[in-house]
């Protein structure tokens, strides 16, 4: 976020936007200010002519290896966003059906993610991970109160544990509601959370953890099973009881079709609550999240409000009130289309392409890798020991960058600050031809940086990359 109007504009001097002379219509202002709100009118051509002109210059998706957000869906998806674009998703009166499929949409990821019983889970849509995260830590938080209320306790100073290679937005959570982030830091051997650390951190006034299904940095998976079995360990000897939020933002929509037998989810008993992005994995456009908890014991019952809905009542717990509904549309209609078996198949053709990019960039001699893909389909790698001191990967990120590939170099969390790595996130569309396209790309501009006879200026890292 940018502080203040003048940091938001950047690099944007003029205070005005031109209208090719090619438009313009008798009559009409060829020139509109910037950043004060029009005086006049223009024609509908017109001032669609300059929006599009302008979204146009944004970059092109199919070559952003970065982000972990769904930039396509097809034909039959878009005509039904068109169509439902008004649809407001707080306003379960007029839309009853849009709020019925929403039910059905958290109820197939309750038995999606092995809820004991998913017709009494409990799950709402969110505008994405990051409200859905801030729910599921919410519900945690509250838990906690009423628990040590009920002991005659203090409620002062909760924490919660994570490791340091959170996202954002469990920073924002602790920030925002005034809970302490005990972090869990990383080392080359524990590249995930250690569950052995938790003793060390997980104190009575902790109000649950976090595992990371699908780690931003990298895409590696955290060893779900075995922090619940840590955490079974604590509350034999000290009698905490102390529950999981597992951050599925990406993972919770990958692990049921490419991991099938790995117990991550509500199969352990220790699991609160589950959350992912319908626009990451979910394979919908941005705007979707999702947040299931397992019984309705583990939503406190005075975080939820009720709603008029059809006569009756509907509850509802979210941050924000009026919202788009298209997003939940997209995601039935997603569900409906592919199935599970459709979903294992595209989840599968996209890590095979992840697997297959890390390991042609393993063979690279500048190269090392940090993980392999084989988890979600996001990798990682390094510089190797002794390559080079000429160029950094910052400098490769630069160099892809003149091709169009986005493909970013960031530092590596708290504690291991000093490793930088380079991140690819393959998502659906991201096919074998494209990768192998990309390759060469990466071959010529390592090859180029390697012909170097002297070390490139050097810069500041770039800030922590968070998407
Ligand atoms: C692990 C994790 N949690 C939360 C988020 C935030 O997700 P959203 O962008 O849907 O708010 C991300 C985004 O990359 C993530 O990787």
Known sequence: MTTTPQAARGDDERDEVELSPLFARPGEATVLPKFRLPGGE??????????????????????NLATFVGTWMDDHANRLYVESAD????????????AA???????????LWHAPDPDHAIGTSTIGSSEACMLGGLALKRRWQHARRAAGKTVDAPNLVMSSAVQVCWEKFCNYWDVEARFVPLTEDHRVLDPAALAGVVYENTIGVVAIMGVTYTGMYEPVAEIAAALDEIQRTTGLDVKIHVDGASGAMIAPFLQPDLAWDFRLDRVASINTSGHKYGLVYPGLGWVVWRDAAALPDDLVFRVSYLGGDMP???????????QVLLQYYVFLRLGVEGHRRVQAASRAVAMYLAQQIEAMPAFDLWNDGSDIPVFAWRLRDGHTTNWTLYDLSERLRMKGWLVPAYPMPADLTEITVQRIVVR????????????????????????????LPARAPQPGFHH
């Open 42 to 63: 223009s024609l509908p051509d017109t001032a669609y002519q300059i929006v599009r002109d302008e979204a146009m210059l944004d970059g092109n998706a199919r070559m």
């Open 87 to 98: 649809k407001n998703m707080i306003d379960k009166d007029e839309y009853p059906h849009t």
């Open 101 to 111: 499929i929403e039910t059905r949409c958290w109820t197939m990821l309750a038995d």
């Open 316 to 326: 509802t717990f979210a941050l924000n009130f009026s919202r788009p509904g298209a």
């Open 428 to 455: 659906n569309g991201f096919s074998h031809d494209l990768a192998d396209a990309f390759l060469a790309d990466l071959t010529a501009e390592t090859a180029f940086l390697d012909s170097l006879e002297g070390p």
